[in-house]
């Protein structure tokens, strides 16, 4: 476990709380971790209880650059990469603004002609057709 990464415990205990912030970041890095059960955690606090803010907009989108670039360049991403550019793109689609620099980058998802990556290009694709209404 890195030392930024959510313990299980820790997890468990988001999952169970309401409407908590500032640790959308930490919940879509342990996404990555080894540990299945963590990553179930991560997601069942981030399709609950997370609340993004928009302070953590920067790091949320600097995620989603690194995790879609470094699978770019030898066109593959993992599924745990799909799924956490799927759930990083599902939380910036939960800010009411986001920068025009974001934006881009979900573009660059949405445009993903990956297998892989289906569900996080449909997933930024709503995002960014929600947010040019």
């Known amino acids: 476990m890195s030392a930024n990464e959510l313990s ?11 409407n908590v912030h500032g640790k959308t970041v930490d919940c879509l890095l342990a ?9 179930i955690w991560a997601v069942e606090a981030l399709s609950g209880s ?4 928009a302070d953590e907009e920067e790091e949320m989108a600097g995620l989603l650059e ?5 699978g770019e360049d030898g066109e593959s991403w993992s599924p745990l ?3 956490q550019l799927y759930w990083t ?18 573009q660059e998802l949405a ?3 990956s ?5 996080a290009a449909r997933r930024a694709r709503s995002v960014v057709g929600r947010l040019g209404e």
């Open 8 to 18: 299980l415990s820790e997890l468990e205990s988001l999952a169970r709380q309401e």
């Open 31 to 39: 996404l990555q971790s080894d540990d299945e059960e963590v990553r």
């Open 50 to 53: 997370i609340e993004p803010t």
């Open 66 to 70: 690194t995790v879609l670039y470094e």
């Open 81 to 83: 990469d799909a799924d």
């Open 89 to 106: 793109a599902t939380m910036l689609g939960r800010l009411p603004l986001i920068d025009p620099s974001t934006t881009k980058v979900l």
């Open 111 to 113: 445009g993903s002609k």
């Open 115 to 119: 297998a892989t990556l289906d569900a």
